[in-house]
């Protein structure tokens, strides 16, 4: 994806209703760049999700990567954290 540069990435959120998959939403890092490689891995549970960005710059360098939480409110997803590593480098 684009939305916030070349490679910045982003995740699609599907849910399943009755007996089919529909579309909810698209997520992206509220501080995304380009190569920042965000959605490169999900987690989900529930109501909330994790989801990383391998090569984010953050306070621990170039490319030291970073993980954002969202949690879901009805359909709404919001933006609840990122988290980085205390002891992180490029």
Same mark, same amino acid.
């Given at each position: 994806? &684009?939305?916030?540069? $070349? *490679? %910045? #990435?982003?995740?699609?959120? =599907?849910? &399943? ?8 939403? *698209? !997520?992206?890092?509220?501080? @995304? +760049?380009?190569?920042?490689? =965000?959605? +490169? ?6 109501? %909330? ?9 953050? $306070?621990? @360098?170039?490319?030291? #990567? ?5 949690? &879901?409110?009805?359909?709404?997803? %919001?933006?609840?954290? *990122? !988290? ?7």
């Amino acid at each position: 994806d &684009r939305t916030n540069g $070349e *490679k %910045s #990435g982003a995740s699609h959120i =599907f849910v &399943r209703g009755n007996d089919s998959w529909s579309y909810e939403a *698209k !997520l992206v890092s509220p501080e @995304g +760049d380009a190569n920042d490689y =965000f959605g +490169d891995s999900v987690a989900i549970y529930e109501n %909330s999700v994790i989801i990383g960005a391998s090569r984010e710059d953050s $306070e621990n @360098g170039s490319w030291s #990567g970073s993980a954002h939480v969202f949690v &879901r409110n009805g359909d709404i997803w %919001s933006p609840q954290a *990122k !988290l980085v590593a205390s002891d992180g480098g490029s």
